[in-house]
C-alpha cells in the first residue's frame, strides 16, 4: 500500500497487484462507488466474500444492501494486511455471497507507544487529502491501549460540476484479559458525498469523448434535453450522432450521500491448553440519499418535464461470529463455529419537484417530497462450519471440511402511491411482495498442500459454493423482487410463478497450482476450472405479444483459466514482479428466452471480464528514496451477450516516488511522496454499473475512467 498514492482504495491496490483480479473506476482515488467494478477470476464484487478482522463486510457493490465496502470502513493507513483468494474463500469466511473467492482485511492495534502520524496530500482538480492518529500507548498494568484517527478527502470532479468527499474516523481499544485473552472494540463512520459522473454508452464515448457529463449547472439546457426525452427528437446538433435514448441519458444532475456506523466487540481467549475461541459482535448501521434527476417525469407544479427522484436507503445489520481452533495431538488442526446475522433494510422512494426557473438542491435539502413507493425487506442468515488439517508428513498437509448456509428474506413493496400520482407522470414501479430462502446443508471444500524440496509447493483446490438471493429496490434490476412485470403482467404474478422454480446460484472451483520461493526468484502458476450452475439474470419474458420482465435461472456457465506470477530480485531493494492472466468463461445456455422468443448464447463469452490480462510492478529502494512503476493491460470486454459489442482494450499506469528524510525536530520518519495516476493519459472505459444488454449498444452503464492526474505528499510520525 505504501507504493500507491495515499488514500487509494484498498481494492484497487490488490486489483492491481494481483493476477486475476481486475478493478475499474472514473476516479484516481478509486473511491466512486457507483463506477467501481472489481472481478476476480469472472465473479464480481458481489459475488465475492470479505471481512475486515473478521467481521462479515457483505456485498462490496454500489447501493450496498447487505454489507459495506472495506474503503468506507476503514481509513487505509489503519489497514495492516490484505489478501485475497483467487479460488474460493476459506469455509470460516462469514458470507452468503461467496461463489469465487474471497477477500480479508485486517486493522492495524494501537501500538504500545505513545505517538501518533499526520499526513497531508494535495492533487489535480483541487484533491486534498488529510490523515491523523494518535495512539494512546499503554495506559496501565492491565495493558489498556487504543488509537483514534481521522481522514478527509475531497477532490473537484475532473470533469463537470461538482465535488467527491469523504470523511472517516477510526477508532480502536484493546484490552488484555489476564494472559490468556483479550477484548478488542471497533468503531468506524464514513460520510461519503459526491457528484456522480455521467454513465455513457460507447457511441456516446466514441462520438463525443471521455467529455460527456451531467448539465448542471445549465438548467435551461436540461430542461430541453427533458423535452426531447419525453416528447422523442434529438437537438440538431446531435442528429445522426446520438440517439432519443442517449438524450434522455443527459440528465441534470446524479448525487448521492452515504452514511455508515460499525461497531464491533471482539474476544480472543485461550479456554485450555491448544483450545481458542474468537467471539465478535458486531453492528452495523447505514443510511443516505441516493438522488437522480428524472426526465421521464413531469413536476405538476411547474409542469417542468423532470423531477428530482431521490432514495432513502436504510440498513441495520446485527450479527455475532463464533469460531473454536482446537489443536488435537500433534497432527489435527480443528477449527468449527458459527455465525448468525439479521439485516432490516428499508428503501422508501422520494419525489421532489423542480421549479419553471430553479432546479433541485442536489445534496441536500431533502424535504417537502412525495412518496412514490416504499419497500422494506428483513434477512436472517445462518452458517456453520467444521474443518480439520491433517498433517499427513511433517511437509504435507491435507484441510477437509463443509459448512452450511441458509438465508431467508421476506418483504418487498410496503407502500405504492403510483395510481394517485398521474399528475407526476409515473410509470409502473413493479410492487411484489413475498419470502424466498436459499439452503444448502453440505458445501464441501478439500484442500492438499505438499511442500516438497527446499523451495517448491503443489497444492490443489476443490470447494463448493452457494450464493443467497439478493434483494433491491423495485426500481433496480437484479434481484427476484426487482424490476419484474410490466403494468399488463403484474409483476407480484411474475414472482409467485417463478418462485417455485428458482434455485441459488452455485459453483464447483478446481484449483491446482505450483508455488516456488527463494531469495531471488518467487513464481507461481495454477491453473483452475469453475462450473457455474443455476446463474440468475433478469431476462425479457412471455409471447411476443405480451413480454414482461422476469428474474430467472438462465443456465450454466464454464470457466477455464490461468495465472502466471513472477517476482525477481537481481540486487538488494530491487523487485521486479510480472504476471499474465488468462481466462475462458463461456454460457453453455442455448435456449435463454428472449423478447418472446428464444437465443442462443452457448459458446459466448463472459460479459465485462477480459480473456487477457497483463500486471508489471517494478521497485526500487535505494538507501531512503523508494520508485514504485505499475502498469496493467486490461484486455476487450464484451457488454452484451451475445458478444456483438465489446469495450476496448486498454493499458493504465501509475507512478510513485518517495523519500523518508528520517527524523526533523520532533517528528520522525517524515517521509515526501508523489505519484502520477494514468500515467500515459489513456482514454479508456474503466468502470461499468448495471445489467448487461442481450445486444447492442443502448444501454448507458459505462464510465469513462480519470485522465493523468498529480498529487503529491508529506507524511510524518511523532
Known amino acids: 500500500m505504501d507504493h500507491f498514492v495515499a488514500g487509494t482504495s484498498p481494492v484497487a491496490i490488490l486489483a492491481q497487484t494481483t493476477p486475476g483480479a481486475l478493478f475499474t473506476s472514473d476516479d484516481a482515488f478509486g473511491l466512486d462507488t457507483v463506477a467501481n467494478t472489481l472481478y476476480v477470476r469472472g465473479f464480481n464484487q458481489t459475488q465475492l466474500g470479505a471481512t475486515l478482522d473478521g467481521i462479515p463486510m457483505g456485498g462490496q457493490g454500489f447501493h450496498n444492501w447487505n454489507g459495506l465496502g472495506v474503503d468506507q470502513a476503514e481509513i487505509q493507513e489503519n489497514i495492516s494486511s490484505l489478501t485475497l483468494s483467487q479460488g474460493a474463500g476459506a469455509l470460516d469466511t462469514p458470507s452468503a455471497q461467496t461463489l469465487g473467492g474471497a477477500m480479508t ?9 505513545a505517538g501518533g502520524r499526520l499526513s497531508q496530500l494535495f492533487g489535480s482538480n483541487h484533491g486534498f487529502r488529510t490523515f491523523a492518529r494518535v495512539d494512546s500507548g499503554i495506559l496501565n498494568p492491565t495493558g489498556t491501549k487504543f488509537y483514534a484517527s481521522f481522514a478527509r478527502t475531497a477532490q473537484d470532479l475532473w470533469k463537470g460540476y461538482g465535488d467527491q468527499s469523504e470523511l472517516q474516523a477510526n477508532a480502536k481499544i484493546v484490552q488484555p484479559v489476564g494472559e490468556h485473552g483479550k477484548i478488542t472494540a471497533l468503531f468506524d463512520y464514513s460520510n461519503f458525498s459526491q457528484y456522480n459522473y455521467l454513465s455513457v454508452t460507447k457511441n456516446m464515448w466514441q462520438r463525443l469523448g471521455q467529455d460527456s457529463i451531467y448539465l448542471k449547472p445549465n438548467y435551461a439546457l436540461a430542461k430541453q434535453y427533458a423535452y426531447y426525452a419525453q416528447n422523442g427528437g434529438v437537438p440538431a446538433n446531435y442528429a445522426g450522432i446520438l440517439s432519443n435514448d442517449e438524450i434522455s441519458d443527459f440528465a ?7 452514511r455508515n456506523y460499525l461497531s464491533a466487540l471482539t474476544g480472543d481467549f485461550e479456554l485450555a491448553p491448544g483450545i481458542t475461541s474468537k467471539t465478535i459482535a458486531y453492528a452495523h448501521i447505514s443510511n443516505g440519499d441516493y438522488a437522480g434527476t428524472n426526465p421521464s417525469l413531469i413536476s405538476p407544479d411547474s409542469q417542468v418535464p423532470m423531477v428530482l427522484e431521490v432514495g432513502h436507503p436504510d440498513t441495520r445489520r446485527l450479527g455475532v461470529v463464533q469460531s473454536f481452533d482446537i489443536q488435537a495431538g500433534s497432527r489435527n488442526d480443528i477449527k468449527t463455529g458459527v455465525w448468525y446475522e439479521n439485516n432490516r433494510f428499508q428503501y422508501p422512494m422520494m419525489m421532489y419537484q423542480d421549479g419553471v426557473n430553479y432546479p433541485h438542491a442536489s445534496l441536500s435539502d431533502f424535504t417537502n417530497g412525495t412518496t412514490w413507493w416504499r419497500d422494506a425487506f428483513n434477512t436472517n442468515t445462518f452458517q456453520f462450519y467444521l474443518q480439520d488439517t491433517y498433517k499427513v508428513l511433517k511437509n504435507l498437509t491435507v484441510t477437509a471440511g463443509f459448512r452450511s448456509l441458509v438465508q431467508s428474506t421476506h418483504g418487498g413493496t410496503k407502500e405504492d402511491n403510483s395510481s394517485s400520482l398521474s399528475d407526476w407522470g409515473v410509470y409502473y414501479s413493479h410492487p411484489v411482495n413475498g419470502a424466498l430462502t436459499a439452503a444448502n446443508a453440505f458445501l464441501p471444500h478439500v484442500n492438499v498442500d505438499y511442500r516438497f524440496l527446499e523451495h517448491h509447493e503443489i497444492y490443489v483446490d476443490v470447494a463448493e459454493n452457494m450464493r443467497a438471493y439478493d434483494y433491491g429496490a423495485q426500481s433496480s434490476s437484479g434481484s427476484a423482487w426487482s424490476h419484474i412485470g410490466t403494468s399488463k403482467v403484474s409483476a407480484q404474478s411474475v414472482f409467485d410463478a417463478s418462485k417455485s422454480v428458482l434455485r441459488p446460484e452455485r459453483t464447483w472451483n478446481y484449483v491446482i497450482g505450483y508455488r516456488f520461493n527463494s531469495q531471488y526468484f518467487s513464481g507461481s502458476v495454477d491453473y483452475y ?30 470457466v477455464n483459466g490461468a495465472d502466471v506470477l513472477g517476482t525477481i530480485r537481481p540486487i538488494t531493494g530491487l523487485a521486479i514482479t510480472n504476471s499474465f492472466s488468462w481466462n475462458d468463461a463461456r454460457y453453455q445456455q442455448d435456449s435463454l428466452p428472449y423478447a418472446g422468443s428464444t437465443i442462443s448464447i452457448k459458446g459466448k463469452q463472459q460479459v465485462y471480464y477480459p480473456k487477457y490480462m497483463y500486471k508489471a510492478d517494478v521497485t526500487y529502494t535505494w538507501k531512503k528514496a523508494t520508485v514504485n512503476f505499475n502498469t496493467n493491460y486490461v484486455g476487450s470486454r464484451y457488454m452484451t451477450y451475445t458478444n456483438d459489442e465489446k469495450i476496448p482494450a486498454y493499458w493504465s499506469s501509475t507512478l510513485t516516488a518517495s523519500y523518508d528524510f528520517g527524523r526533523i525536530g520532533f517528528a520522525e520518519n517524515m517521509k515526501a511522496t508523489f505519484g502520477v495516476t494514468n500515467l500515459f493519459n489513456q482514454n479508456y472505459i474503466g468502470g461499468v454499473y448495471g445489467a448487461a444488454s442481450v445486444s447492442g449498444d443502448d444501454n448507458a452503464n459505462l ?13 510524518a510520525q511523532f
Open 105 to 113: 482485511f485486517a486493522s492495524s492495534d494501537p501500538t504500545d507507544h
Open 252 to 258: 441534470y444532475d446524479g448525487t448521492q450521500i452515504q
Open 529 to 558: 476450472h469453475t462450473d457455474y450452475f443455476n446463474r440468475l439474470a433478469a431476462i425479457s419474458s412471455g409471447p411476443v405479444n405480451n413480454t414482461y420482465n422476469a428474474y430467472l435461472n438462465v443456465g450454466r456457465e464454464t
Open 703 to 715: 464510465f469513462v475512467a480519470a485522465p493523468r492526474q498529480y498529487f503529491g505528499s508529506v507524511a
